[in-house]
């Protein structure tokens, strides 16, 4: 799988828009590019997933670069509660596409 | 509607006791994922089962691990003769499709 490169922290203001990287330079044709987020002592959320194309929903939207090298997640209004890991995954299609390959994400700490 | 659940959420074990975690997946989930996640690492995989077939162990740390999902439901992780090693947050996740996998809060494990 893909490898990604997240930075380990970011800082955002409540109620700006929180822009989280990552880069998958590696990234092959078939693979996804996968968010989710861990808030602290709970288990991992899935927030949104896409393959070349932008992508929007209720939680977030994802910009993927042409090249598909690296990609955003954006969360459009960061509150409180969104201070949790980021991890971004990429993750094969096909029917190896099970596992999730998680690194150590960003901490996004969302001030008030 | 009710998501994953695990117990017991704490656990404490002497080194050498066996313990057995409980996963319960969202109802009609067919795929079930372990994963062991160390403090401040991310989650890694361990084991898939789809309905009651393991498909995938390959995560799986030893053969003091063990898995079983019997009827397709609920699941349970089991370790023997724990070590000092074991410790971390077990999280259990199901889902229904290949998109999302949602997990449990997790089973925090400490063995003294």
């Known amino acids: 799988d893909a490898k990604t490169t997240q930075p380990t922290s970011m800082d955002c203001a409540e109620g700006r828009a929180a822009n989280l990287p990552c880069n998958h330079s590696t990234i092959s044709g078939n693979e996804y590019v996968y968010w989710y987020r861990q808030i602290h002592s709970q288990g991992p959320q899935y927030i949104i997933h896409?393959?070349?194309n932008n992508e929007t929903n209720e939680m977030a939207s994802l910009i993927i670069t042409e090249d598909r090298k690296s990609s955003t997640l954006i969360l459009p209004h960061a509150t409180l509660r969104d201070t949790a890991v980021y991890y971004c995954i990429v993750r094969p299609g096909g029917g190896s596409n099970y596992k999730l390959t998680f690194g150590k994400g960003t901490l996004l700490t969302v001030n008030p | 509607g009710a998501g994953v659940s695990q117990s017991p959420r704490y656990k404490v074990a002497k080194r050498g006791q066996d313990v057995a975690l409980r996963c319960d997946p969202i109802s009609g989930h067919v795929s079930l994922f372990w994963y062991q996640q160390a403090l401040g690492q991310g989650p890694e995989f361990l084991t898939y089962?789809?309905?009651?077939?393991?498909?995938?162990k390959s995560g799986l740390p030893s053969d003091r691990f063990f898995a079983e999902r019997p009827e397709g439901s609920v699941s349970t992780l089991k370790i023997q003769r724990t070590q000092q090693e074991d410790s971390a947050v077990y999280l259990c996740a199901s889902s229904l499709s290949v998109e999302a996998q949602y997990f449990g809060p997790g089973t925090r494990l400490l063995v003294l």
């Open positions: 896409g393959l070349k």
């Open positions: 089962f789809q309905n009651e077939a393991q498909l995938d």
